[in-house]
């Protein structure tokens, strides 16, 4: 392949165990190249022989490469070490002069190097993708300058996303700090401020049929149904909130959402639909705002009856107190959160625009490299 390099004559394994057991942070790699807490229960496991991994080095799995078509590899870059499976090998670079560890990734974030680990996995069960043969593998290695150029051209823009990512924090600090002081003023019972409505589908005109899940966020729902008996079903508009009194005791969640498409939806019978009532000075918006506080969900679960659904039925509900702070503050503080919503999905937006790179970056290297 002329510039490319065999990968193996720049990379070797690391077999550091956590001996004294100074290191306490247990991590896995998920098909995404990215470090995860592990999912493994260790209660009673001897932490000891799991590898220590610093800063610079990858964890590789040789595992179901064939199954994932993915290569299960993750740089690094905390300051901190951490532990992982023995399962799992720790590779570093033999000389970061000669081929930089964030270079190397960029190289493996590429859907055509997954492509390839998946066409030379060997054809056992697990697929797998074993060391020698993943020592093959051929890159192309420039040099350094060039490595450093195109790591830097990387790290920018990933920074970039960073630091924007650090600005949604903020604004959810904003919006979580402000909603906390809230909750000891102008408190009123939730049935002081709402009303039930029961809209039903009495023509069949709405089909669209929703449920509500534990993050209060609708959803198609999944239930099957006669067309013919969406009569029945509740009729939801916009500016409205759907609620749901089973199962808070076991998910510690209220099931409720405000509603907020201009189209209206059908929802279960089950379900309560209500809204604010006209003299009443609060914005539906804000109202959501609270129902989202993680105390919210807590009180809930807490008052919750102790049925086999543990329930919180609907005059339980309407007992919670909730405040009501001029409409002005309710307007800047939803402005707030529409605003961090907003951020929330171009920040989302970016993160699924710098993998793609990857390959231009790649295909960069390789054309500076056959100008050389």
């Not at 290191?23 to 493994?40: C, D, E, H, Q, R």
């Not at 209500?274 to 804000?286: A, N």
Request: aromatic letters at 10%.
């Amino acid at each position: 392949m002329g510039s490319y390099k065999r990968l193996g004559d720049y990379i070797r394994l690391v077999d550091n165990r956590n001996k004294d057991l100074a290191v306490t942070n247990l991590l896995g790699i998920n098909i995404t190249k990215n470090f995860m807490p592990s999912v493994a229960n260790v209660s009673g496991t001897d932490l000891s022989k799991y590898k220590v991994i610093k800063k610079g080095q990858f964890a590789y799995s040789t595992m179901q490469v064939g199954r994932d078509k993915t290569i299960r590899l993750a740089l690094y870059t905390d300051d901190e070490p951490a532990i992982i499976s023995p399962a799992y090998l720790v590779i570093e670079s033999k000389d970061k002069n000669k081929l930089i560890p964030e270079y190397m990734m960029m190289w493996f974030q590429r859907p055509e190097s997954d492509r390839y680990g998946w066409f030379i996995s060997d054809s056992s069960v697990r697929a797998s993708l074993e060391w020698e043969r993943f020592c093959e593998i051929e890159i192309p290695i420039p040099d350094i300058k060039i490595q450093k150029k195109y790591v830097a051209l990387y790290n920018g823009i990933l920074n970039n996303q960073k630091s924007y990512e650090k600005s949604l924090d903020d604004l959810q600090l904003i919006c979580d700090t402000y909603m906390d002081s809230l909750k000891e003023k102008d408190l009123k019972p939730i049935s002081d401020l709402i009303e039930l409505v029961d809209n039903r589908n009495n023509k069949g005109l709405v089909t669209n049929l929703l449920g509500i899940n534990v993050n209060k966020v609708f959803m198609p729902s999944k239930a099957k149904i006669n067309k013919d008996n969406l009569i029945n079903y509740k009729v939801i508009n916009k500016g409205e909130f759907a609620y749901s009194p089973m199962q808070v005791g076991r998910d510690e969640t209220v099931r409720v959402v405000l509603y907020s498409d201009n189209k209206p939806a059908i929802i279960s019978p089950a379900y309560s639909i209500f809204r604010i009532k006209e003299d009443v000075h609060i914005l539906p918006e804000f109202l959501m705002l609270w129902f989202y506080r993680p105390e919210f969900n807590r009180l809930g679960w807490f008052i919750s009856d102790s049925s086999v659904r543990a329930s919180l039925e609907w005059e339980r509900f309407c007992d919670i107190k909730v405040p009501i702070p001029d409409i002005k503050i309710q307007e800047a503080i939803v402005t707030i959160y529409h605003t961090l919503e907003t951020r929330k999905k171009i920040n989302e937006k970016l993160k699924n625009s710098i993998k793609p790179l990857c390959p231009i970056l790649m295909r960069g290297v390789v054309e500076e490299m056959g100008k050389g």
